[in-house]
């Protein structure tokens, strides 16, 4: 083999290498800020046809309390009667005196949208995430950060999220304070 050939044979294999570890991961991606944070999130929400579980110390007021993803999530709500969208807090006092948007929303959808309470128990566990038809996560370990991460399913991340979601809504109780009052 020639010089040149060889050249052109490392060349090669060098180019093929460097694609490969440039290909973006579709199942895993990191997201470093909060405007990343937030066109995700609407995204996530955008794709969603079944159920949306959001597990937040209070409901991320500067994402989810947006017009943008209310409109997304009025529509999700809209799309489907088996629509749900279920939200666990840790306590309804973070919301006292805030005009929330998913509050709202679960006022006006009773039968779409739930608001719990997760069991005190499970207060020192920092961390947030939406989750999005058991299929695709947006994952903070964090809560106070908006350094995050999305993960679609073969992940286990989103496997062990979706269990431990529904583990929790099973022990959690309903957010009374923030039901609509009907008089």
Request: charge should be neutral.
């Amino acid at each position: 083999m020639s010089s040149i050939e060889k050249n052109d044979s490392a060349k090669s294999s060098d180019t093929t290498e460097f694609e490969i570890n440039q290909s973006s991961d579709t199942t895993h991606r990191a997201i470093d800020s909060l405007n990343e944070f937030k066109a995700e999130t609407e995204q996530l929400i955008s794709e969603a046809s079944r159920v949306i579980q959001i597990y937040s110390k209070d409901l991320d007021p500067r994402v989810l309390s947006d017009t943008r993803v209310e409109s997304l999530l009025l529509k999700f709500i809209k799309r489907s009667k088996a629509s749900k969208l279920q939200l666990l807090i840790f306590d309804e006092s973070y919301l006292k005196g805030i005009d929330h948007r998913l509050v709202s929303l679960a006022q006006r959808f009773t039968s779409y949208v739930e608001i719990r309470l997760i069991p005190r128990d499970y207060h020192e566990n920092y961390f947030g995430y939406y989750l999005v038809d058991k299929k695709r996560i947006v994952h903070r370990n964090n809560i106070e950060r908006y350094q995050a991460e999305f993960a679609q399913l073969p992940n286990s991340l989103v496997k062990e999220k979706s269990k431990w979601f529904d583990d929790i809504w099973q022990k959690s109780t309903p957010a009374s304070f923030l039901r609509a009052l009907h008089l």
